[in-house]
């Protein structure tokens, strides 16, 4: 476990609730079809939340799998003693295919040139390597296309054989799951079971298939097969409003990011208000300076709408979010005048207690709550609390979470 700082000076925290996420996992295994297992899906810093602590919480409530995109991601899982299965998938020539097989990850392959990389790396390393065989159903990034996937088959079947590696997964990725009824997923679907057959016909015995993303793990029960990967679903963050809230699923969002007030002044009317005076107060005002910017993640598309609950009340984000820092026009009377340096200013959480929501913050940014919550960067320490129980679990010195 890393160092410990003490968290009440902090100018601003992304507080993780691992309780929340823990009750996130059960919420999702209980939608699962018979038979599927859950794949918590924690890439890039588990989408901003710190990826060994929401990995031990997630196998903790009884997710079967990791997933990460870079194998970087994985073998740092491995090397911090995380024992669970994990499939890595976006690779490049020269990755470290030797590490991953040494370190037992299971590793994604969608063309011919990296089934050569991972057999020569499996014969180097003295090992069998665990692959998984990707189809491009559809969605036209990573995969191998059908046309080229009798090819790949053969291929991986004879190294099979060859001993230099073990076929444990079919799989594939939906492009348009999070829009209800859209015909792409029914044909995506078809092409998966159709590849797959053809797979297995060819001698492949593969331990899972999987195809199904969040969204089709709430909603297409159809294609769950053995595992679902579920990514921003797990930290409580509906895959898209038309599918349904965080609540109608029974999730609760993890992430609440906070800063303590650092200025509050009062300026005249007419006053401007950040870069380029594209705000100018309407009268006689208090302004609240919050000391979170673009550096930390705060997205400057959202500049003049971005929402945040301070002197109990929601507040715009006042002219242009600047590189460290923001300011909102707090007005006048009582609600304003007793905000003070250090109070709290609450940019999004699970939204129960009034605060916004990382989908608020999306809309006002024009992107999706992915990309605000992933966004929010290291110079905001990840402080670990457990809903359960209330208590704080602890921050990294290094302003990643210390984990559990």
């Known amino acids: 476990m890393t160092g410990t700082v003490p968290t009440s000076s902090l100018r601003a925290r992304a ?28 890439k890039s810093d588990a989408y901003g939340h710190g990826a060994l602590p929401c990995a031990r919480a997630s196998l903790d409530a009884g997710a079967a799998w990791l997933g990460t995109a870079t194998p970087h991601e994985a073998l740092a899982l491995r090397a911090a003693g995380v024992k669970a299965p994990i499939l890595c998938w976006l690779w490049t020539p020269g990755d470290p295919w030797r590490e991953a097989i040494e ?10 040139w990296a089934l050569r990389e991972v057999t020569e790396a499996a014969r180097e ?30 291929a991986a079947r004879a190294a099979e054989v060859a001993g230099t590696v073990r076929v444990t997964g079919l ?21 998966f079971h159709e590849l797959v057959a053809y797979a297995e016909k060819a001698g492949i015995e593969p331990e899972v298939r999987h195809i199904a993303n969040s969204p089709a793990a709430l909603t297409l029960p159809e294609s769950h097969f053995d595992l679902v990967r579920t990514g921003i679903a797990l930290y409580g963050i509906s895959p898209s ?14 992430m609440t990011l906070t800063a303590s007030v650092a200025l509050v002044k009062r300026v005249p009317e007419g006053h401007g208000v950040s870069y380029g005076h594209r705000y100018r107060t309407p009268a006689e005002t208090t302004l609240g300076l ?31 979010i600047a590189m460290d820092q923001f300011v909102v026009d707090l007005g006048t009377g009582p609600d304003a005048d007793a905000v003070q ?16 929501t990382a989908a608020d913050w999306a809309e006002a940014a024009d992107t999706i709550a992915y990309e605000i919550v992933t966004r929010i960067g290291p110079r905001v320490p990840r402080v670990y ?13 290094d302003g990643r979470g210390a984990g559990r």
Request: hydrophobic content about 40%; proline content about 7%.
């Open 171 to 191: 799989w594939s990725h939906f492009a348009c799951a999070d829009e209800p009824g859209h015909p792409s997923t029914a044909a995506q679907l078809d092409v």
């Open 341 to 356: 340096e250090g109070a709290p200013a609450v940019l999004f959480g699970p939204g129960d207690r009034g605060e916004p």
């Open 290 to 320: 919050i000391p979170l910017g673009y550096a930390d993640g705060v997205p400057r598309h959202a500049s003049g709408r971005g929402p945040v609950l301070v002197g109990g009340a929601v507040r715009r984000v006042a002219g242009r």
């Open 125 to 154: 390393a003295g090992r069998t390597a665990r692959i998984q065989l990707k189809a491009d159903t559809g969605l036209g990034r990573n995969g191998c296309q059908p046309a080229d996937w009798p090819e790949l088959v053969a």
């Open 385 to 397: 609390v457990d809903g359960a129980d209330g208590q704080e679990e602890g921050v990294g010195a």
């Open 241 to 254: 409003s038309e599918l349904g809230s965080s609540a109608d699923f029974g999730l609760r969002p993890v």
């Open 15 to 42: 507080e993780i609730d691992l309780g929340a996420l823990r009750g996130n996992v059960r919420a999702l295994r209980a939608r699962l079809a018979p038979g599927a297992g859950l794949m918590a899906v924690v």
């Open 103 to 112: 370190a037992g990850l299971d590793m994604s392959v969608s063309a011919m």
